[in-house]
């Protein structure tokens, strides 16, 4: 088995993606991942689309950034009335958003331990993925996900290092 950190480390925005469809039991596994990540007040507010096919292509023509042609995208939405109604305002308009983005890495990583890529796409028409997706009124469409086939795996692009990027507090030798 891999460890974390690997799976971590070896997941990348994949944009380059084989022409070839992927397996309803494939999918489901990666959702379940999805289903395990901690949420605020454990609301679980986020409606997760599965999407392939006409409705697909429909999207990406809203979508400047969805640069590949995959076979599925995941549409992670939250459905606002569920989070102010349990979780209040704060709910709705911040925690349901990291919730979105936690379960959303969940599935990167999930499908790049099983050798799929993933891409996070943020950008998006909001108003026509929601009437495409015929969503409630009170579901919003948060992010994007791609997944598919790798064709080609890019080089990681740098990172800060981890002087640039934390500050140890109340540590005896700092
Ligand atoms: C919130 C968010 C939104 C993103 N939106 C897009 C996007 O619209 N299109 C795209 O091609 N990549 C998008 N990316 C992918 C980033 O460009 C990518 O994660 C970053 O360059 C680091 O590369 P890596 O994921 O391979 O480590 C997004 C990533 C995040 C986290």
Redesign the pocket.
């Given at each position: 088995m891999e460890e974390v950190l690997d799976v971590i480390k070896e997941?990348?925005?994949i944009?380059d993606l084989k022409d070839e469809d992927l397996s309803k039991e494939q999918v489901t596994t990666i959702l379940e991942a999805a289903r395990w990540a901690p949420s605020g007040s454990n609301i679980q507010a986020w409606r997760i689309y599965v999407v392939k096919g006409g409705k697909l292509e429909s999207i990406k023509k809203f979508?400047?950034?969805?640069?590949s042609d995959p076979p599925v995208i995941f549409v992670i939405c939250i459905d606002e009335e569920e989070a102010e109604n349990k979780g209040g305002k704060l709910s709705r308009e911040v925690l349901s958003r990291m919730d979105v983005?936690i379960a959303a890495q969940n599935i990167c990583l999930q499908a790049s331990s099983m050798g799929l890529g993933t891409?996070?796409?943020?950008?998006?028409n909001e108003t026509a993925v929601k009437e495409i997706l015929e969503l409630p009124e009170n579901y919003k469409p948060e992010?994007i996900l791609t997944l598919g086939k790798p064709e080609k795996i890019?080089n990681?692009?740098p990172r800060k290092n981890l002087e640039q990027l934390t500050r140890w507090v109340g540590w005896d030798d700092e």
């Amino acid at each position: 088995m891999e460890e974390v950190l690997d799976v971590i480390k070896e997941r990348r925005s994949i944009r380059d993606l084989k022409d070839e469809d992927l397996s309803k039991e494939q999918v489901t596994t990666i959702l379940e991942a999805a289903r395990w990540a901690p949420s605020g007040s454990n609301i679980q507010a986020w409606r997760i689309y599965v999407v392939k096919g006409g409705k697909l292509e429909s999207i990406k023509k809203f979508s400047p950034g969805l640069l590949s042609d995959p076979p599925v995208i995941f549409v992670i939405c939250i459905d606002e009335e569920e989070a102010e109604n349990k979780g209040g305002k704060l709910s709705r308009e911040v925690l349901s958003r990291m919730d979105v983005s936690i379960a959303a890495q969940n599935i990167c990583l999930q499908a790049s331990s099983m050798g799929l890529g993933t891409c996070y796409i943020g950008s998006f028409n909001e108003t026509a993925v929601k009437e495409i997706l015929e969503l409630p009124e009170n579901y919003k469409p948060e992010l994007i996900l791609t997944l598919g086939k790798p064709e080609k795996i890019p080089n990681p692009p740098p990172r800060k290092n981890l002087e640039q990027l934390t500050r140890w507090v109340g540590w005896d030798d700092e």
